[in-house]
């Protein structure tokens, strides 16, 4: 009697049949092909990892000190010495504005990691669990929604502070609601699908569920959401420095410059004002298309 359990062997009987299944495909590999398939969000991620080297390498690749001064050539227009002009205390805004992405960047990141937290988890529990919790989540985002969000945050900066600390929390706040819904809904539709039921039914528990089931299911919509926030989180605090309520001069802030050169675009000298707006917009504008690059990114139906 044959034994089931060899391996079975060639007509000729010199080397047994193996079947083996095909290597999965790398994260490496499903991100070219994400890239390729979308010129856009290859352009979109060239765009990030550009304003990523600005913020980590920034401050030791600007030509000149982005706080020294020198009115002898103030208000002097873009040219060779200075790629972005001067501003009215004859600091070069290139450098400044280099040097003001790692400050924005970090604002950004650490408001949405912050909301992530809070937000994210709040609404898949309220999604998931339901009953009271879901009502007391529901409760705190009407309440925040009730107010317009970014004069909230002007009040939110005024009472505590304006510190690059508090304008997080402030940022991270005013998103809570849109995370919350986001993360609630997703997590309410996920609750009963037979994958979780099935999962119910080898024992886990409900919060084992809720980790290993629910959560990795909403990161491809969250992961969307933190993208498109993080243009968001960077257009709040430049609007909250331009008014007066964020980064305090003369510290480089894409806000805090604009502001300074506005009054400058009457006179002419539209470059103070100029380069600092088109920074920020870059930035909102990259975080934007990077939206649906890292929602095919991670999730696992883009798999190929």
Not at 94 to 109: E, G, H, M, P, Q
Not at 168 to 176: L, P, R
């Amino acid at each position: 009697m044959n034994d089931m359990s060899q391996p079975p062997v060639a007509a000729d009987g010199a080397q047994p049949l193996r079947f083996e299944a095909p290597p999965s495909t790398s994260l490496i590999a499903h991100a070219r092909h994400i890239v390729a398939e979308n010129p856009v969000t290859g352009f979109a991620f060239a765009l990030f990892a550009l304003i990523l080297l600005a913020a980590v390498f920034g401050p030791w690749i600007v030509p000149y000190d982005p706080l020294a001064s020198n009115t002898s050539v103030a208000l002097h227009g873009p040219s060779a010495a200075h790629w972005f002009g001067t501003d009215q205390l004859g600091r070069d805004i290139f450098s400044r504005v280099i040097v003001a992405t790692r400050l924005d960047f970090s604002i950004a990141v650490a408001s949405v990691a912050l909301v992530f937290l809070l937000g994210g988890l709040a609404g898949v529990m309220a999604g998931f669990f339901g009953g009271w919790v879901d009502t007391v989540v529901g409760r705190i985002a009407d309440t925040i929604m009730a107010f317009p969000l970014f004069v909230l945050a002007m009040g939110i900066v005024a009472a505590l502070g304006n510190t690059v600390t508090n304008i997080v929390i402030a940022t991270a706040i005013i998103n809570f609601p849109l995370y919350a819904r986001v993360a609630r809904a997703e997590a309410n539709v996920r609750r009963d699908a037979g994958f979780v039921q099935a999962a119910r039914l080898s024992g886990n528990s409900e919060w084992r569920l809720l980790l290993t089931q629910i959560v990795p299911n909403i990161m491809p919509i969250m992961a969307v959401q933190m993208s498109l926030t993080m243009g968001y989180a960077i257009l709040n605090a430049a609007g909250l420095s331009f008014i007066g309520l964020g980064v305090r001069p003369p510290t480089p802030e894409w806000g805090i410059m604009v502001a300074e050169g506005a009054s400058f675009i009457v006179s002419g000298e539209w470059w103070v004002a100029f380069f600092p707006g088109l920074a920020l917009m870059t930035a909102v504008f990259c975080f934007n298309l990077l939206g649906d690059g890292v929602r095919d990114l991670v999730d696992p139906q883009r798999r190929n």
